[in-house]
């Protein structure tokens, strides 16, 4: 059974960092893209940021470029989204995704609130 948990969300004010973590079980994710997505209260989920495992390749959204950083640990499962110059806009619930390059699997965690207070 796969599995993504999140972690990490919280409270912070306006400038400060927060770092999420997900951690993936359930099966080998070597040829899977993980991603975060966030969604934000009355709006549709949107792309954060993705990491290949294979090759560490790494994209970003333009809002959160140069503020964001993804990472992944091969050895625990489990990919990071550091998020430092945290802004109001910010403020979502953050999912953890594993998509398989070349299928059609995709998994989703249960995701986790991040709050940006002015």
């Known amino acids: 059974q796969v599995q993504l948990v999140e972690s990490g969300g919280g409270l912070v004010q306006a400038g400060g960092s927060l770092r999420l973590s997900c951690v993936a079980s359930g099966r080998t994710f070597s040829n899977y893209v993980m991603s975060w997505f966030r969604q934000a209260p009355g709006k549709e989920r949107e792309f954060v940021a993705r990491i290949r495992w294979s090759s560490g390749y790494t994209y970003y959204a333009d809002s959160v470029k140069g503020r964001f950083t993804i990472s992944g640990d091969n050895a625990k499962n489990t990919v990071y989204l550091q998020m430092n110059g945290l802004k109001p806009e910010d403020t979502a619930v953050y999912y953890c995704?594993?998509?398989?390059?070349?299928?059609?699997?995709?998994?989703w965690g249960q995701g986790t609130q991040v709050t940006v207070s002015s």
């Open positions: 995704s594993a998509a398989e390059i070349l299928g059609s699997r995709n998994y």
